[in-house]
Antibody, heavy 131, light 109 residues
Framework: EVQLVESGGGLVKPGRSLRLSCTTSGFTFGDYALTWFRQAPGKGLEWVGFIRSKPYGGTTDYAASMKGRFTISRDDSKSIAYLQMNSLKTEDTAVYFC??????????????????????WGQGTLVSVSS | QSALTQPRSVSGSPGQSVTISCTGTSSDVGGYKYVSWYQQHPGKAPKVIIYDVSKRPSGVPDRFSGSKSGNTASLTISGLQADDEADYYCCSYAGSYWVFGGGTKLTVL
């Protein structure tokens, strides 16, 4: 069974840092992109960023509002993805989900290592940023 | 990075059909075939029910169907069941990022 389990959430003061982990099992981790999303209390889903699989360079992309503060990394030997969050703001308060990237986006017939959809999702971990 | 536009709520009786729209622009929904839909029950993780505009993952009933016309994607749920009551989110690739709709709460009367 494919599983993703987020951990590392908690209460943190503004300006501080936090690292979330996404521990996976049930699939060949190195073959897939991993993506992070978040959901503020009572709000909708928001894409945070993702990391490609190593065959596609293992590079990352981020939502504009998080670029420069958030960093995604992966340890294929442990089947874990990480989300390092620095300079946290109160508006970063949310449940953070990780998900396996599925399918592959093609541009002019070229596979570019970006997933087209996301499945499954972990249960999420709550990050609360407050003084 | 503007959100896609979904109705805040829709409702229907058991056995009926409902359609949820998702309107974007030519830079997201209208420009790519990578629209997906996610179902989220309260306190639970989202679950994909449609990907690539109209494809269903294994295990998702054929009561769920997706389509797209221009800049608007749609999710249709036929033969409504009580367990379909949930929040539904559309998601589209937008060239270098993904954008979601604000979510639609489906109430089964």
């Amino acid at each position: 069974e494919v599983q993703l389990v987020e951990s590392g959430g908690g209460l943190v003061k503004p300006g501080r840092s936090l690292r979330l982990s996404c521990t996976t099992s049930g699939f060949t981790f190195g073959d897939y992109a991993l993506t992070w999303f978040r959901q503020a209390p009572g709000k909708g889903l928001e894409w945070v960023g993702f990391i490609r699989s190593k065959p596609y360079g293992g590079t990352t992309d981020y939502a504009a509002s998080m670029k420069g503060r958030f960093t995604i990394s992966r340890d294929d030997s442990k089947s874990i993805a990480y989300l390092q969050m620095n300079s946290l703001k109160t508006e970063d308060t949310a449940v953070y989900f990780c998900s396996r990237g599925m399918g592959s986006i093609t541009i002019f017939g070229v596979i570019i290592g970006i997933p087209g959809w996301f499945d499954p999702w972990g249960q999420g971990t709550l990050v609360s940023v407050s003084s | 990075q503007s959100a896609l536009t979904q109705p805040r709520s829709v409702s229907g009786s058991p056995g009926q059909s409902v359609t949820i729209s998702c309107t974007g622009t030519s830079s997201d929904v209208g420009g790519y075939k990578y629209v997906s839909w996610y179902q989220q029950h309260p306190g639970k993780a989202p679950k994909v029910i449609i990907y690539d505009v109209s494809k269903r993952p294994s295990g998702v009933p054929d009561r769920f169907s997706g389509s797209k016309s221009g800049n608007t994607a749609s999710l249709t749920i036929s033969g409504l069941q009580a367990d379909d009551e949930a929040d539904y989110y559309c998601c589209s690739y937008a060239g270098s990022y993904w954008v979601f709709g604000g979510g639609t709460k489906l109430t089964v009367l």
